[in-house]
C-alpha cells in the first residue's frame, strides 16, 4: 500500500535527504521508505545483512540509534525469544534504551541485523522489545506482491562485517542507519 506520507532521512553526518513512505505494517510499527533526494548517494553495497532466523538466548547484540542528534551505541544480550506478554513477533532484549531509540537496528556480533527495537517496558530496568528480523521480509515481499516496480528489490544477505572488531563494525555501519522524522 502507498501511505503517501513522506519523511526525512538524516544520516550520520547531519545531512538531511526527503524520502517516501512506500508501505507501512501499522500493527508492527514497521515502514519501507525510498530516498527521494537527488543530492543521496546510495551504497552498491550495505555492509551487514538481515537475517531470517532469530538469535539464540544469551546471544551478545548490540543497538544503533538515535535517542538524541546524534549515533549513540548500546550493547546487551538476547533474554527472552517472545515480546511483551509472549509476542512471537518479537523478542526481549537486555540492554539500555531511550525514548527514540524505536527503529534502530539490533545487530549480532556477525553485523547482521536480527530485530529493530520497537519500545521498553518502563516499570523495568534495561528491558526492550524489538520486532524479529523476518519481518522486514515479510513486508518487503507483501511490497513487492503488489508493487510490480519493486520486484527487483532485494535484501543484503551477507555481512562484510563478520570477523571484525565491534569498533570496526560500528564505524562501517553507522553511515548506514539514519535518522528517520515524519511527517504528513
Not at 527472552?80 to 526481549?92: F, L, P, V
Not at 524505536?102 to 547482521?112: D, M, Q, R
Not at 516499570?123 to 510490480?148: C, G, H, M, R, Y
Amino acid at each position: 500500500m502507498l501511505d503517501g506520507s513522506g519523511a526525512i532521512v538524516i544520516d550520520n553526518n547531519g545531512h538531511e535527504y526527503n524520502s517516501r513512505i512506500l508501505s507501512v505494517d501499522h500493527a508492527k510499527d514497521l515502514a519501507v521508505l525510498q530516498i527521494d533526494d537527488k543530492d543521496f548517494k546510495p551504497l552498491k553495497n550495505l555492509p551487514y545483512s538481515i537475517r531470517r532466523n532469530q538469535p539464540d538466548l544469551g546471544e551478545e547484540l548490540f543497538t544503533l540509534g538515535y535517542p538524541r542528534d546524534e549515533i549513540v551505541y548500546n550493547m546487551g544480550y538476547l533474554s527472552a525469544k517472545t515480546g511483551y506478554k509472549g509476542d512471537t513477533s518479537s523478542c526481549q532484549l537486555s540492554l539500555t534504551a531511550n525514548p527514540g531509540n524505536s527503529g534502530a537496528p539490533v545487530f549480532n556480533k556477525n553485523g547482521e541485523i536480527v530485530g529493530i527495537i520497537s519500545t521498553r517496558q518502563t516499570q523495568a530496568e534495561d528491558v526492550v522489545f524489538a520486532l524479529k528480523s523476518n519481518n522486514i521480509f515479510k513486508l518487503i515481499d507483501s511490497l513487492k506482491a503488489t508493487d510490480t516496480s519493486l520486484k527487483k528489490v532485494k535484501l543484503p544477505l551477507n555481512s562484510s562485517l563478520k570477523n571484525m572488531d565491534r569498533v570496526s563494525q560500528v564505524k562501517k555501519a553507522e553511515d548506514c542507519v539514519f535518522l528517520i522524522k515524519t511527517y504528513n
